[in-house]
């Protein structure tokens, strides 16, 4: 496949995300429109339940849990809103003055919610996004300044592409794509907005971002004007939720274009998603529903994606996390040593001299139902024959609504995208060699519990050269059957000897942390600073039973026959 795609749509001006902004008072009015008729459809309490319950959690979120992006009024705004609910009630048209009360928070909260488009930043955006990729994934020499900054052809090499590209590249002429990708890093959203304008050559999509990232003005500023909607994870009150439910749903009903990130956060244990958040992947359903309701050809297409890295900048404070939060009083945060200056000087350096590569595995895409569809858009049966989606939706030969219905769709869609991550998830040298070692380290503990094996002390593990051989011969021939079958596929650094394979996953693991996650010691041996990081990296591979290739005992009692053979 070629490094770079002619862009589909060259003109930015006919990328429906820019028309949406162009017109984007148009957009909220209808937006509000939209939002009360499903508020007042969904709600089974009065709107002066409905208002109190807002008011109540809005204050306790204002006083607790204040940002600097909140607006100056925040305060005074829901107090004098509490006022006027008591003065309404004294009124004999109460529910008329009540609900106009309510529109007027529908109005406050889309106009926080939707974002703006803008091309001059979005070209500006495009490019400085080239520069920081081409330092980010191009090794440097310092014989020259261009060489230092790699080129524009050595950046789009080093961000592979997988799986069903023209496909996905023919779906955005025929309908609206949503793009439903694993969540790792922070950087998915910057990397995956990037790789699929200079790299696919698709249109810009719409994305959640958190108000929280809006307190930097500069994040703030790129964020306000590429197209990303906003969300407040602190607002829990019935109104807000159901105004994000709407946009997402309104929005796909625009042809706006989307990437959502169905795990809903990024991926603490480093695993691959296999629980969904459902309600965002609901309003595709919804919205398939309402093209078909309105006569609007307007089909909805799901494609899932996979990213693969070698490291993530951030996996050290993401499994900390995470076992804090599982393990609680089993967990004992070991002490950091990684922060020295010499460590960190050691860490920047790394960033100026040395190169990785990203892969990006697209899944079939689907209809909203789960079903396949072909590169024309037509959803597809297990045998390949044609579906018509209306009837989905029909009940006694009429289209209406059915929630719980809707709802069964939506959990069978999560399923689909689940299995699709699993099937298209790209392995990496680092992922085998990761998961091997920490395979070992378990087998080698078998008395203790996770929680304890993470403390075990680093000096007290030591793996053999021809363990780890044997360990990764076998995974790597359950994984090359497994890809055989079409569960799995396997990166082009597993096609190397397995010494190089070995070597590469180990370099790329040390890559960007200043505790090596995996080393060879001075007596061959191979090593880890940081099991917790170990555990994380090996967390990737955690789904496909590996492990049950191996004969742990046997391979448990030669490993410390050889070290106390070479102890003697």
């Known amino acids: 496949m070629e490094s770079t795609l002619p862009h589909i749509i060259p003109n930015i001006e006919d990328w429906p995300i820019y028309k949406i902004s162009e017109n984007r008072t148009e957009f909220i009015l209808e937006l509000n429109r939209y939002t009360k008729s499903r508020l007042y459809n969904e709600t089974k309490v009065s709107t002066e339940e409905l208002l109190e319950k807002t008011i109540y959690l809005e204050k306790l979120r204002s006083k607790n849990n204040p940002w600097k992006v909140d607006p100056v009024d925040d305060n005074s705004y829901w107090k004098d809103l509490e006022g006027e609910i008591k003065t309404a009630k004294k009124y004999d048209d109460k529910e008329e003055r009540l609900i106009a009360i309510v529109n007027r928070i529908i109005n406050r909260y889309n106009e926080e919610i939707v974002g703006n488009f803008k091309k001059k930043t979005f070209k500006f955006a495009r490019n400085f996004l080239h520069a920081l990729f081409k330092r980010l994934l191009n090794p440097a020499t310092f014989r020259g300044q261009k060489r230092l900054w790699g080129n524009r052809s050595q950046t789009r090499q080093k ?5 069903h590209v023209d496909e996905l590249r023919s779906l955005f002429t025929k309908g609206t794509v949503v793009i439903v990708p694993t969540h790792f890093s922070n950087i998915d959203s910057i990397l995956i907005g990037y790789a699929l304008d200079a790299v696919v050559g698709v249109p810009a999509s719409s994305y959640g971002a958190g108000l929280n990232l809006l307190d930097n003005e500069i994040v703030a500023y790129f964020i306000n004007r590429l ?7 602190r607002k829990k009150n019935p ?3 159901e105004c994000l439910k709407s946009m997402a749903s309104f929005s796909l009903q625009k042809n706006v274009n989307q990437i959502f990130f169905p795990g809903g956060t990024r991926a603490r244990d480093g695993r691959l998603e296999d629980k969904l958040k459902l309600g965002l ?3 595709m359903v919804e919205a398939q529903r309402h093209a078909i309701t309105d006569k609007i050809d307007n089909k909805i297409y799901v494609v899932p994606l996979v990213t693969s890295y070698h490291f993530i900048l951030e996996a050290k404070s993401l499994i900390d996390q995470y076992l804090r939060s599982t393990g609680k ?8 040593q990684d922060k020295s200056s010499g460590k960190l000087f ?3 350096w790394s960033i100026i001299t040395k190169g990785t590569s990203i892969e990006m595995s697209f899944g079939q895409p689907m209809d909203v139902f789960g079903h396949s569809v072909d590169i024309e858009g037509r959803s597809l049966d297990k045998h390949g024959n044609e ?3 209306t009837g989905y939706f029909k009940l006694d030969g009429e289209i209406k609504t059915v929630a719980q219905r809707e709802k069964v769709y939506t959990k069978l869609l999560g399923e689909k995208i689940v299995d699709s991550y699993k099937k298209n998830n790209v392995v990496l040298s680092s992922h085998l060699v990761s998961f091997a070692a920490f395979r070992i380290l378990l087998a080698s503990n078998t008395e203790l519990n996770i929680y304890d094996v993470l403390n075990v002390p680093a000096a007290n593990f030591e793996i053999d050269q021809a363990m780890l051989d044997t360990v990764i011969k076998k995974m790597l021939t359950s994984l090359k059957r497994l890809e055989q079958q079409g569960k799995v596929k396997l990166s082009d650094s597993l096609a190397q000897s397995q010494q190089e394979m070995i070597n590469d996953g180990i370099r790329n693991l040390g890559l960007y942390h200043p505790q090596k996650v995996l080393k060879k010691n001075k007596e061959g041996k191979y090593v880890s600073e940081n099991f917790r990081l170990l555990y994380f990296y090996h967390n990737r591979l955690d ?12 391979l448990i009692q030669r490993n410390k026959a050889i070290l106390e053979n070479s102890i003697l």
């Open 159 to 163: 961000i592979k592409l997988h799986g």
């Open 227 to 233: 197209g990303a909607y906003r969300v407040d994870r």
């Open 239 to 241: 109104i807000y939720l």
């Open 281 to 283: 992947l609901g309003s």
């Open 329 to 336: 009083e089993k967990y004992t945060r070991s002490k950091d």
């Open 346 to 348: 050691k860490f920047l």
């Open 387 to 389: 579906i018509d989606i």
């Open 543 to 554: 789904s496909y039973d590996l492990q049950d290739t191996v004969n742990w005992d046997e």
